[in-house]
Nanobody
Framework: QVQLVESGGGLVQPGGSLRLSCVAS????????MGWYRQAPGKQRELVAS???????MYADSAKGRFTISREMTKNTVYLQMNSLKPEDTAVYYC?????WGQGTQVTVSS
């Protein structure tokens, strides 16, 4: 069993920044490939970024150049630094590892 807990969401103005965190715990030796997903109202959940156990990142086109995924292995934590946020980034953001999901954290970009 794996538990994932996200934090760091909130309300931010367009152009602002947020850093999301996802802490993994439970039956894991260390964090494996982890992904950040988001789901906006009325839309399907989509992959935003992922990072392999070896540290290789991957970004959706919507995130390239604005978001950075990173991880801190000693803390079993993965981060998503989001800069230049846009209203269309508004969504609930989830982290996923294996088949486990966190509870999500709300990100709202609005003036």
């Amino acid at each position: 069993q794996v538990q994932l807990v996200e934090s760091g969401g909130g309300l931010v103005q367009p152009g602002g920044s947020l850093r999301l965190s996802c802490v993994a715990s439970g039956s894991i030796f260390s964090i494996n490939t982890m992904g950040w997903y988001r789901q906006a109202p009325g839309k399907q959940r989509e992959l935003v970024a992922s990072i392999t156990r070896g540290g290789q990142p991957m970004y959706a086109d919507s995130a390239k150049g604005r978001f950075t995924i990173s991880r801190e292995m000693t803390k079993n934590t993965v981060y998503l630094q989001m800069n230049s946020l846009k209203p269309e980034d508004t969504a609930v953001y989830y982290c996923k590892m294996f088949d486990f999901w966190g509870q999500g954290t709300q990100v709202t970009v609005s003036s």
